[in-house]
């Protein structure tokens, strides 16, 4: 699935018309035509539906609805809350076939008299305004949103919840909001925003008939579902042996912190690894191997002084290292002589973020890729920047951040955003908040670790790592556990369950 701009969605629209021959009119017939069919089946006949349209082509979608739906035996009336000249081209069109049904048209022009009308309504349907809302929003618009807001009634928005910009990093000014959203042919980049996302309620997609390769001609994001995951995992070889699934590293844990490293080697061998190695502290290698007998252990020297060579040999032999979970915000050299002397992909996470931020001034030379999977607060530590500022454009930020330092970036959180070097981006938003507690991105490091040994491709490997972790706590909590008691260990015995969906 794809996640798009307004931009985007214009292009992607353009393209259909123009190279696809689908005229915009049918284009919206479908949607319009495919809304209508969810909501004859998600409400009832005795529930009296108000369609409230817009000006533009969303308020189109908003004629076609009901047309499609008085068809059905539903009662429904549309409200136009623009004068009649506003509307134009395919609107115009699909508000002329609305009028051939006989059925009502009221045109409204003061709030109270909508919500006066609306008392007789149980349901609201939002065609007022879609993805072309610019700016502040303005009077009458205004005051109507008010009036929908307060009503009580139940708020489907079609496309996007009218007054809300679809592009991450615009204030939002004044929004409906929705209990339900169909978005058209492709959800909008403020689905995945904490601020904005919560105007949209529940949502689906609606497929409009646009073909893929409108969709390709612009590149946009990634929604990464299962079976983007069924068409890229990597297969099991009926021969494999232990050193075909990979060779991995995970390092870190001080004295005082064995259990992140302890999280992260067991959920890097529940996802397939075939070797891993943990090197630690001389402390904590008996408490971390009682609880992992099937990994194999390093004793890491030379962490106040300099690199040792037994650990450049012991690095060099892997096919992939996850370094930093609970290894303390102490010395940079470990990592910068892990960074420059290994050709294998190297993911930092956790405490080694603050070892990585102390490399970014000066030149770490690397051709192997290097992974960072930051929470907000670590990406804000990173980039300088607050975490409101990052939560308004974290596809942006991490773009950027991506591209200036050559790195991937997992930008972890209830939607994880993932984004390779060249910019490219992929969104994971499996999960709960059953992760929100300490000990589940040492568990994710340890996934992505494993990914990262037995996939070609970065970027994919990191986005099958998030899709496993954020599908582990959702079947666990849907069959076991709640979000209140879920642990991070829970989340690595979990993943059985979403390996054997895979096979
Ligand atoms: N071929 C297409 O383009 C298709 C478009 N579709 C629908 O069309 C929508 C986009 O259509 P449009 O580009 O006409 O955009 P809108 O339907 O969002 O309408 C834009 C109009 O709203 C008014 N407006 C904008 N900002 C405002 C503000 N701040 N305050 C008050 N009024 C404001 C202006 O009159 C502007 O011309 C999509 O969201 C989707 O619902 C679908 O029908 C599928 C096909
Ligand atoms: N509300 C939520 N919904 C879905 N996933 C979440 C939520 N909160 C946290 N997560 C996920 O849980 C993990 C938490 O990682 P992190 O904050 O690094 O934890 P820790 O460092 O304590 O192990 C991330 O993968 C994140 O995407
Ligand atoms: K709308």
Request: charged share 20%; hydrophobic share 40%; with cysteine.
């Amino acid at each position: 699935m794809y996640i798009v701009t307004a931009e985007e969605m214009y292009e992607i629209d353009r393209y259909a018309i123009e190279k696809g021959g689908i005229e915009g009119k049918i284009l919206m017939e479908n949607a319009g035509s495919q809304v209508a069919q969810q909501l004859t089946q998600t409400f009832t006949k005795r529930e009296k539906m108000a369609v409230l349209v817009g000006s533009g082509n969303n308020g189109g979608d908003g004629f076609v609805i009901a047309r499609y739906l008085a068809e059905k035996g539903f009662d429904v009336t549309v409200f136009q809350l623009v004068a009649d000249e506003k509307i134009k081209g395919d609107a115009a069109f699909h508000k002329h076939l609305w009028l051939n049904t006989s059925h009502p048209l009221y045109q409204i022009t003061e709030p109270l008299e909508l919500k006066q009308h609306l008392c007789a309504y149980d349901i609201i349907i939002d065609a007022i305004l879609g993805i072309g809302v610019l700016g502040e929003i303005r009077e009458p618009i205004r005051s109507f949103i008010n009036v929908i807001n307060q009503s009580g009634l139940v708020k489907v928005a079609i496309d996007i919840p009218s007054g809300l910009p679809a592009n991450e990093g615009i204030h939002v000014d004044k929004a409906i909001k929705a209990d339900l959203t169909y978005i058209i042919d492709a959800p909008k980049t403020t689905v995945f925003l904490e601020d904005t996302s919560r105007y949209y309620g529940k949502w689906q997609v609606m497929n409009i008939g646009i073909p893929d390769a409108a969709h390709q001609s612009c590149n946009p994001n990634h929604l990464w579902r299962k079976k983007d995951v069924l068409a890229s995992f990597p297969k099991r070889d009926l021969y494999a042996h232990k050193g075909s699934n990979g060779k991995g590293m995970v390092i870190g844990g001080q004295a005082l912190m064995p259990g992140s490293i302890l999280l992260s080697a067991r959920a890097a061998l529940r996802s397939g690894a075939g070797l891993i190695t943990v090197a630690t502290v001389r402390e904590n290698i008996p408490i971390v191997a009682s609880q992992c007998v099937e990994a194999t252990y390093h004793l890491l020297e030379g962490f106040s002084g300099g690199f040792q060579s037994r650990n450049r040999e012991a690095f060099q032999q892997m096919d992939a290292i996850a370094f930093g979970m609970g290894i303390g915000r102490q010395n940079a050299t470990m990592l910068r002589e892990l960074l420059e002397s290994t050709t294998c992909p190297v993911l930092i996470d956790a405490d080694g973020l603050y070892h990585w931020k102390d490399l970014l001034r000066s030149q770490v030379k690397r051709d192997a890729p290097t992974v960072i999977t930051p929470h907000f607060g670590e990406m804000a530590m990173l980039t300088d920047r607050s975490v409101a500022e990052l939560k308004q454009n974290p596809f942006s930020i991490s773009r950027q951040f991506a591209q200036q330092h050559q790195v991937y970036v997992v930008l972890k959180g209830k939607n994880t955003i993932i984004t390779a070097p060249d910019g490219e981006q992929i969104v994971s938003d499996q999960g709960n908040a059953g992760l929100a507690k300490g000990g589940t991105g040492d568990v994710l490091s340890g996934i992505l670790l494993t990914m990262l040994m037995q996939h070609q491709n970065v970027l994919i490997a990191l986005a099958n790592g998030c899709y496993l972790h954020g599908t582990s706590a959702e079947y666990l909590v849907e069959e076991k556990h709640s979000e209140i008691d879920l642990l991070a260990t829970d989340v690595i015995e979990g993943l059985s369950q979403v390996f054997r969906t895979l096979s």
